[in-house]
């Protein structure tokens, strides 16, 4: 990447914290339109009666595709703890390029709130969402954790542990490891595979991000603590989700034979985390998917212009062309793989000029969707503003260490 990208991705991310300095750490979210009565009746009628469900919803999604700020009158702005932690390795990460204590003290800010908003009635660090989530499969009540969002929180800690060796941040990432092995069931497919349930009630498992964000815990855990019982609960969860992958070398959602979409991040998720396992084991089946997922990936999950794309078998109509999400998880992703595929590579590159070109507003933040007319303006910090700002730190920070290295 040219050394004027990199000024340009300087430029973004100062303009960014500016404006999040003066907006605040919170936000509305791409579930307010159902995290409060209105909504989430809607949404809980639409799973139990899909006909006269549809009929409730309705509203709402004409909502979503035309008038995305009308989020105000559906549920308050909160706190995100998936954001939180995101903001915190954002931070951390320009911490160790620049050396700015300020940079270190906004990630530290960011963990000490990540403390106060744990899952409550745990006896381990988990982390949730702040709302009362409805599902095909019921209601997740607010503070639930979930195995989607504590990885994030362990890792956030992890990085200022990097910087600090404060052993208060080691404390709290053995506890969330804990969570992880010891509060998320298992469902046993044979004596080498297990899937892991999305939370501590989730006995039935079958998600794949899921299973992949829990072996990649674990196993930094493993190693982090020298705890052989978490490598093999990683080992077990890791295995499902290798043999999950599709001959294409796609994976579906889940494998419970409803949920059989293949969308872009979470796509990015599975192939994140069998990333970050190989950088730390040198696993080969890993390697192996990683190898068939990225085929899969740059020739599916981008658009006739090289763009990223929601999805390459959608569940339903979708009313967007474009969202945040993918572009950051894109390039979260191809920073981790880079020079291993040149088309992925070349599709990252395109994202981030995309995205440096049109998705950054006047007043520094991005927009959250391309819809199929306009632009969703509403930012969210979840959904995926710290996302974001986190893909563009991580990417800046590893473009100036290959310059460094040169």
């Known amino acids: 990447m040219k050394s004027q990208s990199i000024d340009t991705i300087h430029s973004a991310l100062h303009r960014f914290m500016d404006?999040?300095?003066?907006?605040?750490?919170?936000?509305?979210?791409?579930?307010?339109?159902?995290?409060g009565p209105v909504g989430g009746g809607a949404k809980a009628l639409y799973y139990r009666k899909p006909a006269l469900g549809t009929l409730a919803v309705a509203p709402i999604i004409f909502c979503e595709a035309f008038i995305p700020s009308a989020r105000?009158?559906?549920?308050?702005?909160?706190?995100?703890?998936?954001?939180?932690?995101?903001?915190?390795?954002?931070?951390?990460?320009?911490?160790?390029?620049?050396?700015?204590?300020?940079?270190?003290?906004?990630?530290?800010?960011?963990?000490?709130?990540l403390e106060q908003t744990r899952s409550p009635g745990y006896s381990h660090f988990g982390w949730g969402y702040p709302f009362d989530w409805v599902t095909r499969t019921g209601v997740m009540a607010t503070g639930t954790p979930l195995i989607t969002t504590t990885p994030y929180v362990y890792e956030a800690f992890s990085c200022v542990h990097e910087i600090d060796g404060e052993n208060r941040w080691l404390e709290t990432m053995y506890s969330a490891a804990e969570h992880a092995a010891?509060?998320?069931?298992?469902?046993?497919?044979?004596?080498?595979?297990?899937?892991?349930?999305?939370?501590?009630?989730?006995?039935?498992?079958?998600?794949?991000?899921?299973?992949?964000?829990?072996?990649?815990?674990?196993?930094?855990?493993?190693?982090?603590?020298?705890?052989?019982?978490?490598?093999?609960?990683?080992?077990?969860?890791?295995?499902?989700?290798?043999?999950?992958?599709?001959?294409?070398?796609?994976?579906?959602?889940?494998?419970?034979?409803?949920?059989?979409?293949?969308?872009?991040?979470?796509?990015?998720?599975?192939?994140?985390?069998?990333?970050?396992?190989?950088?730390?084991t040198s696993h080969e089946g890993c390697r192996k998917a990683i190898k068939a997922g990225t085929d899969y990936y740059v020739r599916h999950l981008f658009d006739q212009n090289g763009l990223p794309k929601p999805f390459s078998r959608a569940p339903r109509l979708t009313v967007y062309r474009q969202e945040l999400y993918d572009y950051a998880e894109c390039i979260n992703l191809g920073v981790l793989l880079r020079g291993q595929s040149a088309e992925l590579d070349d599709r990252v590159q395109a994202a981030v000029n995309d995205l440096l070109d049109n998705w950054q507003k006047p007043d520094g933040s991005f927009r959250s969707r391309r819809l199929l007319l306009g632009w969703d303006n509403v930012p969210m910090h979840r959904w995926a503003q710290s996302q974001l700002f986190r893909s563009l730190c991580f990417l800046l920070y590893s473009l100036k260490e290959g310059e460094r290295a040169a």
């Open 182 to 280: 010891n509060d998320i069931t298992d469902r046993e497919i044979s004596a080498d595979v297990a899937t892991a349930g999305y939370n501590p009630f989730d006995s039935e498992g079958g998600v794949i991000n899921a299973s992949a964000y829990r072996a990649f815990l674990l196993i930094s855990a493993a190693l982090q603590f020298g705890r052989d019982d978490y490598r093999r609960i990683a080992e077990r969860n890791l295995n499902f989700v290798l043999e999950a992958q599709q001959p294409d070398g796609s994976w579906y959602y889940s494998v419970d034979g409803v949920r059989d979409f293949v969308d872009h991040f979470h796509t990015c998720f599975v192939l994140k985390a069998l990333a970050k396992i190989e950088q730390l």
């Open 72 to 113: 105000r009158f559906f549920w308050k702005k909160q706190r995100f703890p998936i954001a939180d932690a995101h903001y915190a390795m954002s931070f951390a990460l320009l911490a160790r390029l620049t050396g700015q204590q300020a940079y270190y003290d906004r990630a530290v800010h960011f963990l000490h709130v």
């Open 19 to 35: 404006w999040l300095d003066d907006y605040g750490e919170t936000s509305h979210d791409h579930q307010s339109f159902f995290a």
